[in-house]
């Protein structure tokens, strides 16, 4: 056709042009193809393991950016767009594609597939990849990827019918009570062929869900019971095929570990745990996988008590005496520890001996105190009280928590009332004071590291400024400078203090103040119109550390706590009964 003949259909043409646009737009129909692509090729259908050929060809002004090799395994989808295949690669390739890159020819190897999207057969699409198709000549437009029909795959449909339902009981354990589910197949809603159907393969796995881990669990798989029949296929789970796994722990000689339970599951001692089949091929193509759900509700929460839980949640009340409910095995007082028993207990005959005071830090060390010398009890049927004696005098291990574990050996309770199981209750606690270590000698730069505060930001915080005054010898008799009155010579309880950070370069670096004593300093000063040299007379920097309770802004670290004074457990070596390293003194 030449143009001459056309231009009174130029209007025409043009409307059907912008109408192409919009459809490709807004649809994935065979329509909106015509604008990039078309299939040229028979529409293929899969049905067993071979190699199928599909040949696309672009339309007027567009190609093909493709090589052959290219695996294309990701161009095939389904309707919805979504992958056809569960295989991101290694089924589909390009195998030829024209000179002028006008037209490829795909092929897919249905023997690599290992998996369909799908649940059984659907219509097959092909859409190849945004960089794949660019325009042509004048042609500056992009692509927007997609699809057109090339055929279909056709597999088997997979619906379960039954239910796996099982209870845990105390006596019995795991039972089901319905333990068996048919696997029914179809294709295109009649029955699936018998014959076709590989099962040697076939298996059962534990699945991922919800409130569990598949290693929660071992799961042993017996194979499918029966072979298809009629279009369906058996399956039968007993309790020995389903058990709690410890992880290859191995248990003490008492059993415990991991176990069914009522809190378990979803909290409420139901277990929904998902099981899939796998390893079907139907006439050498790969059935998808099918996934069903083993209910297993565990004993302890079916029946109805008037008063409540035939089983009541706690055994005792845990307290202490301590300030802020925190004991303190640092100080010289002892500390009380209470335990007040439920109704029904009756601890009168616990002795010492049947508790275990363990003291534990954050890295792991542990102090196990001794009964009868570091706490001692008095009980009475429903009270017992721990007066814990012990004085912990060591900077470290830093001690954050007493964990008190009570044997039942001699303890009495209404067995159908309570469920006992460990008796034991964690107390935090503080075992060191806020301590200071100093170093740097008594003439150069002095130092104090604080060791149990969080949040030491300047020196400030826990220091008070050094101060420094004025003194000179004035006629034989020493006096000191006052700027009362413009400047005068006082006494020394008159005398200006002046602020000696900056000449003493006071600072806070990390955890560590830092001080440099002074010596031999001068300054100048007016005195009724003559000028006279004073010296410069320091404050003693021992004394410029706050005492505790004055520090601001600062957390006190967990095991910690802070005293009255610095010198609550400064020098604990030097106690009489450890009489061992550092005496005090100068070597």
């Known amino acids: 056709m030449k143009k001459a003949t056309i231009l009174s259909l130029l209007g025409l043409l043009v409307l059907a042009a912008c109408q192409t646009q919009t459809d490709s737009s807004s649809s994935s ?75 490829i020819t795909i092929t897919i190897d249905s023997s690599k597939i290992t998996g369909f999207s799908s649940n059984g057969g659907a219509t097959l699409y092909i859409m190849p990849d945004s960089s794949s198709i660019v325009g042509t000549g004048d042609n500056h437009a992009h692509y927007s990827e997609t699809s057109a029909k090339i055929g279909k795959y056709v597999i088997p449909k997979v619906s379960v019918d039954g239910t796996i339902e099982g209870e845990v009981t105390q006596e019995d354990g795991l039972t089901f009570t319905e333990n068996q589910i048919t696997f029914q197949f179809t294709v295109d809603g009649e029955e699936a062929d018998s014959s076709l159907m590989n099962t040697e393969a076939a298996k059962i796995v534990l699945a991922e869900g919800d409130g569990y881990y598949t290693s929660d669990y071992t799961y042993s798989d017996q194979g499918l019971s029966t072979k298809m029949k009629n279009g369906s296929i058996s399956y039968t789970i007993e309790p020995e095929d389903l058990q709690i796994s410890n992880s290859g722990y191995e248990l ?56 409540g839980s035939i089983y009541a949640n706690d055994v005792a009340k845990w307290s202490t005496t301590a300030e802020n409910n925190t004991p303190v095995l640092c100080d010289d007082y002892t500390d009380d520890l209470i335990i007040d028993w439920a109704n029904d207990f009756d601890a009168s005959k616990l002795k010492a001996k049947d508790l275990t005071l363990t003291m534990k830090s954050q890295y792991g060390d542990t102090l196990t105190l001794t009964a009868g010398d570091d706490f001692t009890i008095e009980t009475k049927k429903n009270r017992t009280t721990i007066h814990v004696n012990y004085t912990y005098w060591a900077y470290t291990p830093v001690y954050q928590t007493l964990t008190v574990d009570v044997a039942k050996k001699h303890l009495t309770w209404d067995e159908d009332e309570y469920k006992v199981d460990d008796i034991s209750h964690d107390y935090s606690i503080a075992s060191v004071y806020v301590y200071n270590v100093m170093a740097g000698g008594q003439t150069g730069t002095q130092t104090w590291t604080i060791y149990g505060l969080d949040g030491l930001e300047n020196w400030q915080q826990i220091f008070n400024a050094p101060t420094y005054t004025l003194s000179a010898e004035i006629d034989g008799e020493t006096r000191y400078y006052s700027e009362a009155n413009g400047g005068s010579l006082v006494d020394e309880a008159s005398a200006t203090s002046y602020d000696a950070s900056t000449d003493t370069n006071l600072q806070l670096l990390d955890n560590t103040i830092y001080l440099t004593r002074q010596y031999n300093q001068t300054e100048v000063k007016s005195i009724n119109g003559q000028d006279v040299t004073f010296t410069k007379v320091y404050s003693q920097a021992e004394s410029a550390i706050k005492a505790p309770k004055d520090v601001t802004n600062v957390t006190v670290k967990s095991g910690f706590i802070l005293g009255d004074t610095w010198e609550e457990h400064l020098r604990w070596p030097w106690q009489t009964f450890i009489n061992e390293g550092y005496q005090g003194g100068r070597s």
């Open 252 to 307: 003490g000689e008492n059993g415990g570990g991991r176990n069914w339970s009522e809190i378990g599951g979803d909290g409420n001692g139901n277990y929904h745990l998902n099981f899939k089949l796998s390893g079907l091929e139907y006439n050498g193509l790969p059935v998808s996988v099918e996934t069903f759900t083993a209910d297993v509700y565990c004993y302890g929460r079916t029946f109805e008590v008037d008063d």
């Open 29 to 103: 129909s065979s329509k909106s193809t015509s604008t990039y692509f078309e299939v040229t090729s028979n529409p293929i259908e899969i049905t067993t393991d071979n190699q199928y050929e599909v040949t696309l060809n672009a339309t007027d002004t567009w190609g093909f950016s493709a090589q052959e090799g290219q695996d294309v395994t990701d161009w095939l989808v389904l309707k919805s767009d979504k992958q056809a295949l569960t295989d991101s690669s290694g089924v589909a390739q390009i195998t030829a594609v024209d000179s002028d890159s006008s037209a």
